[in-house]
């Protein structure tokens, strides 16, 4: 089944309302323009350096969104704004800081999604939900920042059930956030979107109510020899 096929596939899966970012980091940029003539708009990419020689090659393409999907160190804070258009990846308050203090001399604002951790991983990062309730009013004190809503990547081993259980508590928390901020005024603080699913876990996320799933395995097949390194 080639890339259109799967795209088409696909559509057929998930809800209208749910953005496919199609996971292409190791995908050469002819398959890229493949799935974008296919109609997909949304890419995710984990290495900035990647991404920087991709661009330059996609330039003619109109209306693209480049996620960040993979970590982000706060070295790397400047570069990230200037190429991708979303943030997945905002996993503590100190990175959060970082980003804003730069986006006036960068002159960009790209979109960002809080990475939460709810349940032990040592190979991920992320807020737990005490640290990100208390961060609040810090992030509260950053305009700078536009907030859209929570990350959540599923520990290997849970099942289904403790997928759904999972997402389902993400869904929850993301929602009582955004009733304190919207209470509070904070406009620059939205918990619309939930980027929750990848190829292995969709299903659930979706069910728990992800508004965007990342997708790379099922879009394009496997590549490199796949770790679980949370895009997709």
Known sequence: MGVAERIEWLRGQLPAAVRLVAVTKQVPVERIREAYDCGLRDFGESRIQEVQQKI??????????????????????????????????VDSLPLAERLASLMDSVGRRPRL???????????????????????????????????????????????????????????ALARDLGR???????????????????SGDYPQAIAAGATMVRLGQVLFGSRLPLRRNGDE
Do not use: C, Y
């Open 56 to 89: 330059p090659q996609l330039t003619d393409l109109q209306g693209v969104s480049w996620h960040l999907i993979g970590s982000l160190q706060r070295n790397k804070a400047r570069p990230a704004l200037e190429v991708f258009d979303w943030i997945h990846s």
């Open 113 to 171: 999604l809080l990475q939460v951790k709810l349940a032990a991983d040592p190979t991920k990062s992320g807020w737990s939900q005490a640290e990100l309730e208390a961060a609040l009013p810090r992030l509260a004190a950053l305009p700078q920042l536009d907030i859209r809503g929570l990350t959540a990547i599923a520990p290997l081993g849970l099942g289904e059930q403790g997928n759904r259980t999972l997402f389902g508590q993400v869904a």
């Open 180 to 198: 304190r901020a919207g209470e509070a005024g904070w406009q620059h603080i939205r918990m619309e979107e939930l980027s929750m699913g990848m």
